[in-house]
Structure formats: structure tokens, C-alpha cells
T-cell receptor, first 114, second 110 residues
Framework: DTGVSQDPRHKITKRGQNVTFRCDPISEHNRLYWYRQTLGQGPEFLTYFQNEAQLEKSRLLSDRFSAERPKGSFSTLEIQRTEQGDSAMYLC????????????FGPGTRLTVL | GIQVEQSPPDLILQEGANSTLRCNFSDSVNNLQWFHQNPWGQLINLFYIPSGTKQNGRLSATTVATERYSLLYISSSQTTDSGVYFCAVVRRGSNYKLTFGKGTLLTVNP
């Protein structure tokens, strides 16, 4: 059983460019989460999907950010017109449909905006 | 929102020493997890422990939900235990999102 995977692991981009990250959750996990972690801080919640439905969005998720999970499997997080303040580690997690809500995290995508 | 406070912020130990990390939270929770973040940024699950006590090898954890705190014990520490330890909770009634503390940076010296 593979864990949560994320792609790419690292992304360097110039300010103003668009970037897209992908997350593949653990198979049969219907809940998927995106978090953002900046240096020296704990991860902060961005958004949550149950199957294909986006059920909650943090106010951290400005209108430059959009997340999708079109078929209830993998998810993408797009950042448009990147800014230097978007530089962070973007973490994806998933949890199973039944039982406890233990979340399992992927390795993250580290974004650097120059 | 719920507040999560971890202490101490930094801890330096000699190999073989024991340590206790604390997590205080400000509201009722229905999920509490402890993680170890490795140098590459990966969050490794240590415990899912909204209440009670669990042990896994040299690590154990206790959550006293009624008093809103959790403790992570590391015994006979090894250099590979170094890294940041995070406590994260889901506030009762919220939509499954984890709220993290700022972490404890543990350094174990040989």
C-alpha cells in the first residue's frame, strides 16, 4: 500500500507565473486536505475535500488559489500570479471514509518564488 | 479558532536521555495526532490519540481530554529522534481540519 504522493517535490518559479501541484491520496481515502507550511511554523489548513466536493476553504486561500478533485481521486492545487509570499511547503493529506479521522501526509511540494 | 501550544519550543538532549513534550489545547477535540517532521519535511505519524495512553517502542503518549493536554514521552533518545515534533488537533464540531502547534525542535547529541 503506497502512501500519499505529491508532484513535483520542488518547484522554483518566477513571480507572476502560474504553478500547479498534484496530490494522489492513499487509495480508498475519500477525504483529502491541503496545508501550507512556512519556515518555523506548523502547517496551516487550506482546504478540504470529501470525495469530489470541496467542503471547506480557509481564508488563507485567496482568489489566486484554486483546488480541484474532479473525480474524487487525485487533487490539484493551482496558484495563479505567484508572489514571493507564496513560497512555502505545500502538504497534502488524506484520511479514510470510516473509523477515526487519522490524517496521513505526503512528502510535500516545496515552492520557491523568485 | 482553537489554540494549540507546545512546550518547550526547543530541547537539547544527550543520547540516552528521556524527554517529555507537552501540548495544550484550548477547546474540546475529537482528534489529536503527534507527528515527527524529518529533515526533508515529511510528517511521520507517531500517534492518533484523542484520549488515553498509547505506546510504540520507545515512544508513548497520553492525552487527558478533560484537562485539554497531551504529553509525548521519548525514552532512551537516539540521534535519529532529532527533528520537529508537532501536535495537531481537530476541534470538536469542525470539519476535520487539523490545527497544528508551532512544534518542539528536538536535538539529540551523540
Amino acid at each position: 500500500d503506497t502512501g500519499v504522493s505529491q508532484d513535483p517535490r520542488h518547484k522554483i518559479t518566477k513571480r507572476g507565473q502560474n504553478v500547479t501541484f498534484r496530490c494522489d491520496p492513499i487509495s480508498e481515502h475519500n477525504r483529502l486536505y491541503w496545508y501550507r507550511q512556512t519556515l518555523g511554523q506548523g502547517p496551516e489548513f487550506l482546504t478540504y475535500f470529501q470525495n469530489e466536493a470541496q467542503l471547506e476553504k480557509s481564508r488563507l486561500l485567496s482568489d489566486r488559489f484554486s483546488a480541484e478533485r474532479p473525480k474524487g481521486s487525485f487533487s490539484t492545487l493551482e496558484i495563479q500570479r505567484t508572489e514571493q509570499g507564496d513560497s512555502a511547503m505545500y502538504l497534502c493529506a488524506s484520511s479514510p471514509p470510516r473509523g477515526n479521522n487519522e490524517q496521513f501526509f505526503g512528502p510535500g511540494t516545496r515552492l520557491t518564488v523568485l | 479558532g482553537i489554540q494549540v501550544e507546545q512546550s518547550p519550543p526547543d530541547l537539547i538532549l544527550q543520547e540516552g536521555a528521556n524527554s517529555t513534550l507537552r501540548c495544550n489545547f484550548s477547546d474540546s477535540v475529537n482528534n489529536l495526532q503527534w507527528f515527527h517532521q524529518n529533515p526533508w519535511g515529511q510528517l511521520i505519524n507517531l500517534f492518533y490519540i484523542p484520549s488515553g495512553t498509547k505506546q510504540n517502542g520507545r515512544l508513548s503518549a497520553t492525552t487527558v481530554a478533560t484537562e485539554r493536554y497531551s504529553l509525548l514521552y521519548i525514552s532512551s533518545s537516539q540521534t535519529t529522534d532529532s527533528g520537529v515534533y508537532f501536535c495537531a488537533v481537530v476541534r470538536r464540531g469542525s470539519n476535520y481540519k487539523l490545527t497544528f502547534g508551532k512544534g518542539t525542535l528536538l536535538t539529540v547529541n551523540p
